[in-house]
């Protein structure tokens, strides 16, 4: 795993973890298996200024820019900002980790993704970081991600309600 420096610019650090492999996404109803490493991180050192312009600069590689995750050098989650807070910040020089928010929700690749779809719920979040267990940062479920575990959630708990046992019988969705 390749260690932050501080000289390092937000282009070389963005480059897509090599932890995002098959042994987090090989179980079909896990987080690890919804989450995308395509969302921006910068290092907790990094100003409110480098960080819109490398957002700016680089949008199209991103799945989702709700939040932006602040790491450390080893590429632990340490805070997250979401895109509101960083465009509203007034001093440009102002490194991430005074605007971040430190009280994380998150989960691990292995957690089912309906814990984690209702996590989201439960703690008003867009988007759901996703944490090895030494707090690596892998990447995050998005929006789209998590609405469409908790109507697939729903859409099973009302077959069932129905007496239908498995959904897997092409129930189509009117929505």
Known sequence: MKFIRKGDTLKEFSVH????????NNHPRTAGRLMTDKIPRVP???????TEKYLMDNIEMFDSVNYIY????????????SIKELFRCCNKDMPVSQI????????RPSMSRERAAYGALNH?????????KEGVFLGAITS???LSILHKEMQDDLLKLGGIKHADIGVKSAF
């Open 100 to 107: 971040m928010t430190t009280n994380i929700f998150s989960v």
């Open 17 to 24: 973890h090599e932890l995002m492999d098959k042994k987090y």
């Open 70 to 81: 602040a790491v450390d050098e080893h590429h632990r989650l340490k805070g997250i900002v």
């Open 124 to 132: 008003e979040i867009k988007a759901v970081p996703v944490v090895d």
């Open 144 to 146: 789209d991600k998590i």
């Open 44 to 50: 907790v050192y990094a100003t409110v200024e480098d």
